[in-house]
Structures are given as structure tokens and as C-alpha cells.
């Protein structure tokens, strides 16, 4: 996350519009996302586009003649060095496939220099075709009407719902998604367990023989402190907490009721795992071997595979009542295009875009990048025999977009302290619930500072409990 004042900010980009023909008529550098190779088996698995790989100021290698044909479209984006390699070989084999068809890259250290640069450029009437950024960053340049509508220009149906979540704007759809990233998996010891439990009761079967709190050995661990990790069970009974097109927010639902009913069981009930525990513990008690089943990023793969961990992932396991497994959030990066694009250029980033998103390219990706398809469908893919992929590719089906970071900050703090609340016995479960949505409501409305929260809810656990 960047920080930097409004009126830094705002001086910034006023120097952006005096320099935005600089900027556009200015040497581009030739540089592409493309994230880092990752093993996940045997180099048969791998596959690469068939291309020569180019370096950070690599120009566009193009005959003369090409060159006095070809129609140029400009594309910018901020990925880290590591991440450009591979959708470099991709452009590259995209022009010999379509030699009129030249692409401009331009790399900026941040998206938020990226944003602030584009949005200068495409109001003073310039800017690149093609720009790459976070689906979640998409709406702060749509509200400045600097991106083109792009509802009837794709076949959005062909995209992980999850994803199709966050290309929404005012009801138009403002970026096609390219890749998804950042969703929570279920995770196994296959030395411990041989498969994945079918739902939360097998979990609790196992845990009440295989469960020692003075060895510090565990048959299942739950991030319960961080928000991201409970929201997900809330998607299990078919019901959400947000909603994408008006930014409301509803946490008193029977559905978030029957998770926190959920939690209250496993902890105080059951009693089979310690509520007050970490993520780093939780990971290394999974590395060490002393926990057999965790919830877990899909971040997390190729750290376990390092390791050398025998282990096995699958969608996370439905709990009691449930209608389906758990929906995490996932975010990943889309393509946008700027409304100052002509006609041609359109048409060219359209192709390449299209491009970028087939199955060919997209299995590619999925198999020699750490991130994962934007894509539907990819898991019936007969060369898809790693189980790995075929089962983080199931959960990726069926999860919810990620929450914008504005309204999850305040949905986290009031999850996470009432939360606390519950399992400490200090509240019902109904009472949680219902005040979970008071307390959002008080924030978004800006009665109650998210800065303030932390305090008011001490003092008035501190008054009840002076109370009796």
C-alpha cells in the first residue's frame, strides 16, 4: 500500500498534465508482466510461448517495412521486474502471429504512479491504449470517466464469476479480467490424512483423537483472528455481506449467524484448536508437521512445495447447514482501455487482449507463472493432471470477488473484535451479528472513526463487565 498526501498527490499530477506529450512521445521501455516461474512438478508440465526473451528496455524488433505498415497501440503496467519476462515472450510471439500490429510497454515502479500518470494523460486527451492494473483498482479510474465501456466488446461469461464481480461500474464493465491471485485454499499432510475431509464433521472426528494441546499438535488450525479467513464459511449458506454494485453491507444475516454459530461450536464446544493463534504459527506448525489441515493462500503452493511438504489442496470443506463449500475472495489484474483510443487502435487492443485471454495463453500462464486463469473451464483440460492445479482450480470457481480494501477495513475491524467478543463469552451470537451491522453502518455513515473503534469497544466491554 502507497501513502502519500492529497496535496503531494494532487501537485503531482498537475506536473503530469504539462508532460503528458513528453510522456507519450518519450522512448518507451519495453517491459511486461510476467510473474515468476514456479516448479509444480516434473519440466513436462511446463509449457512456454514460443518466443525470445527481452529485457527491461528491449525495443520492438520490427523490419522496416513492418515498420512503415504496422499500426502502433502503447500498453502500460507496473508488475515487479520478476513478473515481465514471460507476457514479453507472449507479445513478442502475438506480433510475429500479427506483424501490422506493434505494442509500445512502458513499466512504472508502482500502480499508484501508473494511475496517477494514466488518468493525467487520458484527461489532457493522450495516454496508452492498453493499461494492466488490479481489478479492485479499476473503479477509481472508471469514476473519472478515463476508460472506455467494454460491455459488449468481450464475453464476459467465458471469466471466473469471482472475477466478473469486479469489472462492474455504474453497471458498465470498465476491464477484462487476465489473471486471478490471492484466494484462500484447504490445505492437507498426506502423510497425516491421507484425502481432504468431505466436510467440517469429518474435521471434528478427526480432531477430537488427534488433538494435543501440550505437544502443540493439531488436526485443523483456523486463522480465525483476520476476517478474510471466517468470511468465506459466510458464502457456505448461499448468502454474501456485500453487495458490488451499491457498496452496502449486511452482517446480520442468518447466514453470517449460522458462521459465527460455527466458530462458537469449534472453539468453545468442541474445544479442538486455540482461537488466539497467528498466521506464521499456523504455518510453520503445518511445515513442521505438527498440523494436519490449515487454511491457506494459494501463495502458500510453492512455499510448501520448496519445503517438501507431501501435500494435497481442495476447495474448503462445507460446515454443518451449509448448502456449499466456503467462497473466499479473490482479486487478480485486468486489462482496461482508455477512452481516448481511436477506432483502429481499439480494434488492435481488442486482438491482442483477446489474445492474451485464449486458452492457450491463459494454461501457459496457469503452468510457468504464479498466478493462476481468469478463465472458466481450464480444469476439464486433459494435460491438467496435476492435482494440485485441478482442485486449486475448483476452489477458484466458486469464489467471491474481493471486497474493496476501502469497505473491508472497516468489515474486518468490526468481524474481528466482535468476534473476539463471542468466543470470549462476552456476547450472543445474535447479539454479534447484530451489532456488526450497527457498528458498519456508524462507520460508513462516519458517526464512528475506524481510528476510534478499538477504544469505544474496550470501554464498553469494560462498563458491561462493571455491570455484571
Same mark, same amino acid.
Given at each position: 500500500?502507497?501513502?502519500?498526501?492529497?496535496?503531494?498527490?494532487?501537485?503531482?499530477?498537475?506536473?503530469?498534465?504539462?508532460?503528458?506529450?513528453?510522456?507519450?512521445?518519450?522512448?518507451?521501455?519495453?517491459?511486461?508482466?510476467?510473474?515468476?516461474?514456479?516448479?509444480?512438478?516434473?519440466?513436462?508440465?511446463?509449457?512456454?510461448?514460443?518466443?525470445?526473451?527481452?529485457?527491461?528496455?528491449?525495443?520492438?524488433?520490427?523490419?522496416?517495412?513492418?515498420?512503415?505498415?504496422?499500426?502502433?497501440?502503447?500498453?502500460?503496467?507496473?508488475?515487479?521486474?520478476?513478473?515481465?519476462?514471460?507476457?514479453?515472450?507472449?507479445?513478442?510471439?502475438?506480433?510475429?502471429?500479427?506483424?501490422?500490429?506493434?505494442?509500445?510497454?512502458?513499466?512504472?515502479?508502482?500502480?499508484?504512479?501508473?494511475?496517477?500518470?494514466?488518468?493525467?494523460?487520458?484527461?489532457?486527451?493522450?495516454?496508452?491504449?492498453?493499461?494492466?492494473?488490479?481489478?479492485?483498482?479499476?473503479?477509481?479510474?472508471?469514476?473519472?470517466?478515463?476508460?472506455?465501456?467494454?460491455?459488449?466488446?468481450?464475453?464476459?461469461?467465458?471469466?471466473?464469476?469471482?472475477?466478473?464481480?469486479?469489472?462492474?461500474?455504474?453497471?458498465?464493465?470498465?476491464?477484462?479480467?487476465?489473471?486471478?491471485?490471492?484466494?484462500?485454499?484447504?490445505?492437507?499432510?498426506?502423510?497425516?490424512?491421507?484425502?481432504?475431509?468431505?466436510? /467440517?464433521?469429518? =474435521?471434528?472426528?478427526? $480432531?477430537?483423537? +488427534?488433538? @494435543?494441546? &501440550? #505437544?502443540?499438535?493439531?488436526? %485443523?488450525?483456523?486463522?480465525?483472528?483476520?476476517?478474510?479467513?471466517?468470511?468465506?464459511?459466510?458464502?457456505?449458506?448461499?448468502?454474501?455481506?456485500?453487495?458490488?454494485?451499491?457498496?452496502?453491507?449486511?452482517?446480520?444475516?442468518?447466514?453470517?449467524?449460522?458462521?459465527?454459530?460455527?466458530?462458537?461450536? /469449534?472453539?468453545? =464446544?468442541?474445544?479442538? $484448536?486455540?482461537? +488466539?493463534? @497467528?498466521? &506464521? #504459527?499456523?504455518?510453520?506448525? %503445518?511445515?513442521?508437521?505438527?498440523?494436519?489441515?490449515?487454511?491457506?493462500?494459494?501463495?502458500?503452493?510453492?512455499?510448501?512445495?520448496?519445503?517438501?511438504?507431501?501435500?494435497?489442496?481442495?476447495?474448503?470443506?462445507?460446515?454443518?447447514?451449509?448448502?456449499?463449500?466456503?467462497?473466499?475472495?479473490?482479486?487478480?489484474?485486468?486489462?482496461?482501455?482508455?477512452?481516448?483510443?481511436?477506432?483502429?487502435?481499439? #480494434?488492435?487492443?481488442?486482438? %491482442?487482449?483477446?489474445?492474451?485471454?485464449?486458452?492457450?495463453?491463459?494454461?501457459?500462464?496457469?503452468?510457468?507463472?504464479?498466478?493462476?486463469?481468469?478463465?472458466?473451464?481450464?480444469?476439464?483440460?486433459?494435460?491438467?493432471?496435476?492435482?494440485?492445479?485441478?482442485?486449486?482450480?475448483?476452489?477458484?470457481?466458486?469464489?467471491?470477488?474481493?471486497?474493496?480494501?476501502?469497505?473491508?477495513?472497516?468489515?474486518? #475491524?468490526?468481524?474481528?473484535?466482535?468476534?473476539?467478543?463471542?468466543?470470549?463469552?462476552?456476547?450472543?451470537?445474535?447479539?454479534?451479528?447484530?451489532?456488526?451491522?450497527?457498528?458498519?453502518?456508524?462507520?460508513?455513515?462516519?458517526?464512528?472513526?475506524?481510528?476510534?473503534?478499538?477504544?469505544?469497544?474496550?470501554?464498553?466491554?469494560?462498563?458491561?463487565?462493571?455491570?455484571?
Amino acid at each position: 500500500m502507497f501513502h502519500s498526501s492529497k496535496k503531494d498527490r494532487y501537485f503531482f499530477r498537475s506536473l503530469k498534465y504539462i508532460t503528458v506529450i513528453l510522456i507519450i512521445l518519450s522512448a518507451s521501455v519495453m517491459v511486461i508482466p510476467g510473474c515468476a516461474e514456479r516448479d509444480m512438478g516434473s519440466t513436462e508440465n511446463q509449457t512456454t510461448t514460443s518466443a525470445k526473451p527481452a529485457s527491461e528496455n528491449e525495443e520492438s524488433n520490427i523490419t522496416d517495412q513492418e515498420t512503415s505498415e504496422a499500426q502502433a497501440i502503447t500498453f502500460w503496467n507496473s508488475c515487479e521486474p520478476k513478473e515481465r519476462i514471460f507476457l514479453m515472450n507472449n507479445i513478442e510471439s502475438f506480433k510475429r502471429e500479427n506483424p501490422l500490429i506493434d505494442i509500445i510497454v512502458k513499466h512504472y515502479r508502482s500502480e499508484e504512479e501508473l494511475m496517477d500518470t494514466f488518468s493525467a494523460a487520458s484527461l489532457a486527451g493522450a495516454g496508452p491504449d492498453i493499461v494492466l492494473l488490479g481489478l479492485n483498482s479499476m473503479k477509481g479510474l472508471a469514476k473519472e470517466n478515463v476508460l472506455k465501456d467494454l460491455s459488449d466488446e468481450f464475453d464476459y461469461d467465458v471469466f471466473i464469476p469471482g472475477l466478473n464481480e469486479l469489472t462492474f461500474f455504474d453497471n458498465k464493465r470498465f476491464i477484462v479480467p487476465f489473471n486471478a491471485s490471492d484466494f484462500l485454499l484447504f490445505y492437507y499432510n498426506k502423510d497425516i490424512i491421507s484425502q481432504a475431509p468431505a466436510d /467440517f464433521e469429518e =474435521i471434528l472426528v478427526f $480432531a477430537r483423537d +488427534n488433538t @494435543g494441546f &501440550e #505437544e502443540e499438535t493439531y488436526a %485443523f488450525l483456523l486463522n480465525a483472528s483476520q476476517p478474510e479467513w471466517i468470511i468465506p464459511f459466510i458464502g457456505g449458506y448461499l448468502d454474501w455481506i456485500y453487495d458490488y454494485d451499491n457498496g452496502s453491507i449486511n452482517l446480520s444475516s442468518q447466514s453470517v449467524q449460522k458462521t459465527l454459530g460455527f466458530l462458537e461450536e /469449534f472453539y468453545n =464446544i468442541e474445544n479442538v $484448536a486455540p482461537f +488466539n493463534i @497467528g498466521y &506464521e #504459527e499456523i504455518n510453520d506448525s %503445518f511445515k513442521a508437521g505438527q498440523t494436519a489441515m490449515i487454511i491457506n493462500g494459494s501463495w502458500a503452493i510453492e512455499e510448501y512445495i520448496e519445503e517438501g511438504i507431501n501435500f494435497g489442496v481442495s476447495k474448503i470443506p462445507k460446515t454443518a447447514g451449509a448448502f456449499s463449500n466456503p467462497t473466499p475472495m479473490v482479486t487478480g489484474m485486468g486489462f482496461a482501455i482508455n477512452v481516448n483510443s481511436t477506432s483502429k487502435s481499439f #480494434e488492435y487492443s481488442k486482438q %491482442f487482449i483477446n489474445y492474451m485471454i485464449s486458452s492457450e495463453i491463459q494454461k501457459a500462464w496457469m503452468l510457468n507463472t504464479s498466478s493462476y486463469p481468469s478463465i472458466i473451464g481450464l480444469e476439464k483440460e486433459e494435460m491438467l493432471t496435476n492435482d494440485i492445479f485441478y482442485n486449486t482450480l475448483l476452489q477458484l470457481k466458486i469464489c467471491r470477488g474481493q471486497i474493496p480494501e476501502e469497505d473491508l477495513r472497516l468489515i474486518r #475491524e468490526v468481524i474481528k473484535l466482535n468476534t473476539e467478543s463471542l468466543i470470549a463469552g462476552n456476547i450472543s451470537i445474535e447479539d454479534a451479528a447484530n451489532k456488526m451491522q450497527e457498528d458498519i453502518i456508524k462507520m460508513k455513515s462516519g458517526q464512528l472513526q475506524i481510528e476510534d473503534y478499538s477504544d469505544a469497544e474496550s470501554d464498553e466491554e469494560e462498563v458491561q463487565g462493571e455491570n455484571g
